[in-house]
């Protein structure tokens, strides 16, 4: 089946610094990602959806200057929480779609990163 | 009003009983339908995806009813590794619009 691997599965760090985030299609070609995070007891939110070659796509509520996203190549799409504070302590769980895959709305997790701010 | 509502339980059963659970979708343009099973700490995972007719994968049985935009899912037969988090799916678009949740624990 189709894997998606993100590194780190977990990150701590101090308030004010920022942490990256990588999502990886290991077995196939990902023309889009999504970005969701998760808060305890809480729904998965979508924040953005990321098309490789373009520039991503936000959800209504999430600040594109603090959460960047790159999609650079089919494999691999980063996200990037800029000067972090403790409020956006969260699991965040990306996604991929595989181009050539049926059906074709299917979308494969990957493990998920839970972050931690202090 | 949220797109997917869900009751978040949780559902205590003992083994071997039946259990079911149900979803309502607020989006009548929705496509397609999905159960994720979500284990703590983990990813989401497909279960199953729903169609009208109704469709079956083993103990599991789940349902849509378009009109009433209401989506079930029926375990028979619980086993303790049944113990999780349900989520009800929906699309719209590109997009995968998630419930919150109903939590089954499943006791010896």
């Known amino acids: 089946g189709a894997v998606v691997s993100q590194h780190p599965s977990w990150v701590i760090c101090k308030s004010g610094t920022s942490v990256k985030i990588e999502c990886r299609s290991l077995?196939?070609?990902?023309?889009?990602m999504f970005w969701y995070r998760q808060f305890p007891k809480q729904s998965l939110m979508l924040m953005a959806t990321?098309?490789?070659?373009?520039?991503?796509?936000?959800e209504q509520g999430v600040e594109k200057d603090k959460f960047l996203i790159n999609h650079a190549s089919l494999t691999l799409s980063t996200l990037t929480v800029t000067s972090a504070h403790p409020e956006d302590s969260s699991f965040y769980i990306c996604?991929?779609?595989?181009?050539?895959?049926?059906?074709?709305?299917?979308?494969?997790f990957g493990p998920g990163t839970r972050l931690t701010v202090l | 009003r949220k797109e997917v509502e869900q009751d978040p339980g949780p559902f205590n059963v003992p083994e071997g009983a039946t259990v079911a659970f149900n979803c309502t979708y607020s989006?009548?343009?929705?496509?397609?339908f999905f159960w994720y099973r979500q284990d703590c700490r983990k990813e989401p995972k497909l279960l199953m995806s729903v169609y009208s007719s109704g469709n079956e994968d083993g103990r599991f049985t789940a349902q849509l009813n378009r009109a009433s935009q209401y989506i079930s899912l029926l375990i028979r037969d619980s086993k303790l590794s049944d113990s999780a988090t349900y989520l009800c799916v929906v699309t719209y678009g590109n997009k995968l619009v998630f419930g919150a949740g109903t939590i089954l624990r499943v006791k010896s």
């Open positions: 990321s098309n490789e070659g373009s520039k991503a796509t936000y």
């Open positions: 989006n009548s343009a929705s496509q397609s």
């Open positions: 077995d196939f070609q990902a023309t889009t």
């Open positions: 996604s991929a779609r595989d181009a050539a895959g049926i059906p074709y709305n299917e979308q494969f």
